[in-house]
Structures are given as C-alpha cells and as structure tokens.
C-alpha cells in the first residue's frame, strides 16, 4: 500500500470510528445583577446615543392641558376618563367607516386601564405611554340591544367613572334609568356599533357583555397610538363633565 493510500485510509476509519459524550454534571452559580456590578464603559458609550435618543423623542411636547385631568370619578364621569373616550371615538371612527361604510355608536373603556393622570402643562409622549402602557387595540363590537341593556347594568351596578363617549345620554334614578345613543332613545331591536379594546372584548374587567357580538371588527390601530396621534392633532386638550352621566 503506498503511502497516500494509508492516509486516505487512516482518515477514513478515523471519521467512522465516533466517540460518544455522556454528560457527567452540571454546575451553576448565581450572580447577582445590581447597582454593586460595575457598568461596561463600552456598552454605556453604545447604547447612550439610542438613550439620549429616546429620551428627546419622550420628552418633546405634543399638546396642552390648562387643567390636571384625572379619573377622579364625578357623578360617574371623569376629565380624563371623557376625553380618552371621546378621542378614541374621533380617532377610531374615520377607520371604522372606511372599512364598513357605517359609523361607531359610542366607545367605552374600563376606569381601571387608565393607569395615570396627566398634569397641567406641556403633554408628552410619556405621558401617553403612561397613560396606556399596554398594546391594547381598538375593536368594534356590534350588539344586540340586549347586550347594550347587560352593558348600561354592568355600568350602574359597578358605580366608576368607566370612560363613555360624549353620543351616550345616561340618565341614572334610584329605579331605572333612560338612555340616549347619538340624542335618540335606545331602541331594544337594534344593533349598535361600541368601540373598546381587544382586552375588554374578551371579557376583561368582567365585560362579558362584549363577547359573543353579532360583529367584530378589527381596527388594527393601538389606542396608544390613537391617543399620540389625537395629541399631535390637537393644540389644547379640552374636556369637562357633562351630561353623558346623569345621576337623579
């Protein structure tokens, strides 16, 4: 056998002849990830110009509010918790009827998702991602009247400034109750069409009456991005308690 013919040989029965690994033991330890590790001077000085960045684009003012707005609940409304129903509404709308040639009733929210109040002052982007930290989307819910009678009980029952759009008259006794969408009457035979989100559609904060719809449809828009948008549209937030909420 000549001498190439060994060495091809050679690696030949090397490359067959497999080794098998067998795990022995694992070891770990923990490391502790707190202010006593001292920072990397090379990842500091890549990451600060994406901070500096980010902290402009969440600092720069959008609009103005002369008044601090709050969910504080007055007569079961709120400041803030009406203008984020009506600015969804404004915002949501125009998709809305783009894609099925009709127009959303109302919009209701849960008092709960809003998550902070907004100062007097200049308004932020911050304050937006505050205001709505989660990725929640916009849905439109058709209901029966039904579902709409299950919706205004929930309502009256849980006694919050849950955010309603400024179309909704809801006069509130100790006994009853009428109600208005858009100025006229509630009509138990119709369907009507509510804006809220993905999360309160699938039965969040107990708001059952929101599953099962005769429709759903889609916005595919964020109401984070619905509330940066209206505070890039509009100079000077103005909202109020109204009429939408009467309590008698």
């Known amino acids: 056998m000549k001498l190439y013919q060994f060495i091809i040989f050679f690696l030949l029965l090397s490359s067959c002849n497999k080794t098998e690994k067998h795990l022995d033991k694992i070891t770990a330890k923990t490391i502790v ?27 720069e003012a959008l609009t103005y509010t002369s008044i601090p707005l709050t ?20 915002m949501g709308n125009p998709i809305f009827k783009e894609e099925t ?7 209701m929210f849960n008092n709960g998702g809003i998550r902070a109040t907004i100062p007097s002052g200049n308004i932020t982007k911050e ?24 919706l205004v009980t929930y ?3 849980n006694k919050k400034a849950h955010p309603l759009s400024k ?16 100025g006229k009457a509630f009509d138990k035979n119709k369907t009507y069409n509510v804006l809220t989100t993905d999360y309160l559609q699938g039965g969040g904060d107990k708001m059952n009456f929101f599953k099962k719809p005769v429709k759903l449809t889609k916005l595919d828009y964020k109401m984070r ?3 940066i948008d ?11 308690i109204d009429n939408r909420v009467t309590i008698k």
């Open 101 to 107: 040639n009709t127009s959303i009733d109302f919009s």
């Open 230 to 240: 209206y505070f890039k549209k509009v100079d000077t937030l103005k909202t109020g």
């Open 167 to 182: 179309s909704i008259n809801l006069t509130i006794t100790d006994t009853d109750y009428t109600l208005k969408i858009k």
């Open 225 to 227: 991005d619905a509330i």
């Open 71 to 90: 969910k504080k609940s007055i007569a079961m409304q709120s400041t803030l918790g009406n203008l984020l129903a009506d600015m969804c509404l404004e």
């Open 155 to 157: 309502f009256i029952k």
């Open 127 to 150: 304050h937006a991602f505050k205001l709505m930290p989660f990725d929640n989307e916009f849905v439109v819910a058709t209901l029966t009247g039904d579902k709409i009678t299950e």
């Open 33 to 59: 990830i707190d202010s006593t590790i001292a920072p990397s001077v090379k990842i500091e000085n890549m990451i600060t110009p994406y901070k500096e960045k980010l902290t402009g684009d969440m600092q």
